[in-house]
């Protein structure tokens, strides 16, 4: 079964500073790979996706990730992050299988500082 | 803004007790995926109805059941509630057309049990 591992469950890091967070997901089939974010008392949005192609994708709100295959890795960055940015953050992987279900990690914490 | 609406916000049940949660999704979206997100964890695949039919299913007891409706709206059924029920419950919904689609979700329902 696949499963995804979210390395960090808080990350803190200054207002413009950059930030990683780091997913890592089982399989050795195809996978579709996302992040979502998580805004206090709210629903999941989603922020970028892999599916095919270029390995580094680009989302919303200046956040970028990159697939590599070999590390089995989706590593999610932005080079400079606001005080809105608080938030956490879900990785999903999906076989792209006919139910579209989606393995989530158990989500990293985004805390900016002033 | 993602066009998927839930209700209720939130909702207190006793133990033993039935609940249905309701979930509105876009005009045209044929699939919706019920997620449950204990608090501090990731989301977990329920199950997952694409035109008016159960199409996968996580690992969660028949108690957990589900409704999915022409006017794509639909339901979640949690018969018989357990105090470990208590959590949040997302439903996402994507227009199906091969590959994987995004998915949409909604703001949750926040379920607490006594």
């Known amino acids: 079964a696949q499963s995804v591992t979210q390395l960090d469950s808080q990350v803190p890091v200054f207002e413009e500073a950059p930030v990683e967070l780091r997913c890592n997901y089982s399989?050795?089939?195809?996978?579709?790979l996302f992040w979502y974010v998580q805004y206090p008392n709210q629903g999941l949005q989603l922020l970028l996706k892999?599916?095919?192609?270029s390995t580094l994708v680009k989302g919303i709100n200046g956040f970028e990730a990159e697939f590599n295959k070999s590390q089995t890795s989706f590593h999610l960055r932005k080079p400079s992050v606001h005080i809105s940015d608080t938030a956490e953050y879900f990785c999903a992987v999906s076989d792209g299988g006919s139910n579209y279900q989606l393995i989530w990690g158990a989500g990293t914490k985004l805390i900016i500082k002033p | 803004e993602t066009g998927v609406t839930q209700s209720p916000t939130h909702l207190i049940k006793t133990r033993g007790q039935q609940v249905t949660l309701r979930c509105s999704s876009q005009s045209g979206h044929n699939t919706v995926s019920w997620y449950q997100q204990a608090l501090g964890q990731g989301p977990q695949f329920i199950f997952q109805y694409y035109r008016e039919e159960e199409n996968g299913r996580g690992n969660f007891p028949p108690r957990f059941s589900g409704l999915q409706f022409p006017n794509y709206s639909s339901e979640l059924n949690v018969n018989a509630l357990e105090l470990d029920d208590s959590a949040l419950y997302l439903c996402?919904?994507?227009?199906?057309?091969?590959?994987?689609?995004?998915?949409?979700f909604g703001p949750g329902t926040r379920l607490t049990v006594l």
């Open positions: 892999y599916l095919s192609g």
């Open positions: 399989s050795s089939v195809s996978v579709y």
């Open positions: 996402a919904s994507t227009r199906r057309r091969g590959g994987t689609d995004t998915q949409y």
